[in-house]
């Protein structure tokens, strides 16, 4: 297929040519800029359009000649041989390295010389970035200062900030904004340190919550030159803060006679000094337990009714939180069931009772379709669309029944 379209074009190039020069087919020559990883290969190729055996060579920026059609020329071992025909000659250049760059030149000696050239772009991985600042020991709500670099990177490596693998985008972000955090990711700044190479760096400035102690705080490089791998730089963060209680219930309807736990779950750096449990206004009952953070009664009774608090303290603070029991008996459950079906019980009635009055009202209302004009007073009522104007219109029409009762008969 793909050779079939090359050999059509390679025709019409030729007849192009024919028609074109008196003096015979002019060759054409196609390189190709050729991109590389330092220390990985580039391969140069050059190939000619209507070839006519003419010699090929590839040569370096310093008009040193590499190869001359298939044989080496340079005494540089990265050089090798892929291809070489009339059409094409290909070489590859192992460990490619920044002094490589340079534009290569391929000449084909028909008369007249014909040359192209391509230029080699050497891509360079930045070392792996390093973080600079703030100690990583903060307290909740300080300001944390700290800068990531990259250095040696061709072209200059970009970095970005993650906070337990959410990014901090560049720029500046309030806490209504930022998902709860208040930060600022500056520009990067970008310094070339040797000649072609670089250094990038990112300053970021985080206001710290206690909820990013034990987080990650990740510095990553993108970079050309690192295709899927990436480089980081990682710091744990550490933040202080006094306790934080939450306080749970292994049921939400409590009943007597049932066994409850209440859970006092408390996060804080660092960790409690102590943690306790009491009952406002009156001791904890006798039948409660109290194993680590955890309030158990094994068999609910009605006088457990009460404010039950957790209490922590560490060096940064004291916190509590309340948990208020109510103990339903079983009785009360069952009034409460009782007046449930109280209500269902009523509604059904109020169903029954409507439907009795709508089938009497239909039947009376049949019945005086077939000629009956008894209740003919209240025939204003029936037109009306709620109860008080049929009350009116039922009263207005008193004064027409007669001249109705003329018009009916
Ligand atoms: C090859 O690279 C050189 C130098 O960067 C540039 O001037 C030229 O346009 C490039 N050629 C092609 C075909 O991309
Ligand atoms: C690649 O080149 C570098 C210098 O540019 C050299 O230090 C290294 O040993 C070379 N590696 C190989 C595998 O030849
Ligand atoms: C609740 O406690 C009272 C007094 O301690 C006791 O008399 C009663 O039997 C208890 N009720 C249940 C259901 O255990
Ligand atoms: C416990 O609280 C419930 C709900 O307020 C109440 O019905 C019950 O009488 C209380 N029991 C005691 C012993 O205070």
Redesign the pocket.
């Known amino acids: 297929m793909n050779h079939r379209r090359r050999s059509s074009r390679s025709a019409l190039f030729l007849l192009f040519c024919v028609l074109s020069s008196r003096t015979g087919c002019s060759q054409v020559l196609v390189t190709e800029n050729v991109t590389a990883i330092?220390?990985r290969h580039a391969e140069f190729s050059c190939r000619v359009r209507g070839a006519d055996g003419s010699p090929l060579q590839w040569a370096n920026s310093d008009q040193q000649t590499l190869y001359f059609d298939n044989k080496k020329a340079l005494r540089d071992n990265?050089f090798s041989l892929l291809r070489h025909g009339r059409a094409e000659l290909a070489i590859e250049l192992?460990?490619v390295?920044?002094?490589d760059e340079g534009v290569y030149i391929c000449s084909l000696f028909s008369r007249p010389v014909r040359t192209d050239t391509a230029t080699l772009t050497v891509l360079v991985a930045p070392q792996p970035p390093t973080l600079q600042g703030d100690s990583t020991e903060l307290r909740e709500g300080d300001t944390l200062a700290v800068s990531c670099s990259a250095d040696q990177g061709k072209p200059a490596p970009s970095l970005r900030w993650f906070l337990r693998d959410r990014e901090l985008k560049a720029g500046h972000t309030t806490p209504s904004e930022g998902n709860g955090r208040s930060y600022h990711v500056s520009e990067p700044t970008v310094m070339e340190t040797d000649e072609r190479m670089f250094r990038a760096s990112v300053d970021l400035e985080l206001e710290v919550s206690w909820l990013d102690d034990g987080g990650a705080l990740v510095c990553g490089v993108d970079h050309p030159a690192l295709d899927k791998t990436s480089l980081e730089a990682q710091r744990i963060l550490h933040v202080h803060y006094p306790p934080r209680i939450f306080v749970s219930a292994s049921s939400s309807h409590p009943r007597e006679g049932q066994r409850l736990d209440l859970m006092c779950d408390v996060q804080s750096n660092p960790q409690p000094s102590s943690i306790h449990w009491f009952r406002q206004g009156a001791n904890l009952p006798e039948n409660a337990v109290i194993s680590d953070r955890r309030l158990s009664f094994v068999s609910l009774n009605e006088t457990d009714n009460g404010t039950y608090t957790c209490e922590a303290e560490n060096s940064l603070g004291q916190a509590q939180s309340d948990y208020i029991l109510i103990v339903y008996d079983e009785m009360e459950m069952g009034q409460r069931l009782g007046s449930d079906q109280a209500v269902v019980g009523g509604v059904i009635a109020v169903v029954i009772f409507i439907t009795l009055c709508l089938l009497i009202l239909l039947t009376h209302y049949f019945g005086r379709q077939k000629g009956t004009y008894l209740t003919n007073e209240a025939k204003g009522a029936e037109d009306a669309t709620d109860a008080d104007t049929a009350i009116l219109n039922a009263e207005g029409g008193r004064g027409t029944q007669e001249e109705k009762k003329e018009y009916f008969l």
Do not use: C, D, H, I
Request: net charge positive.
């Open positions: 330092a220390g990265r192992a460990n390295s920044l002094s």
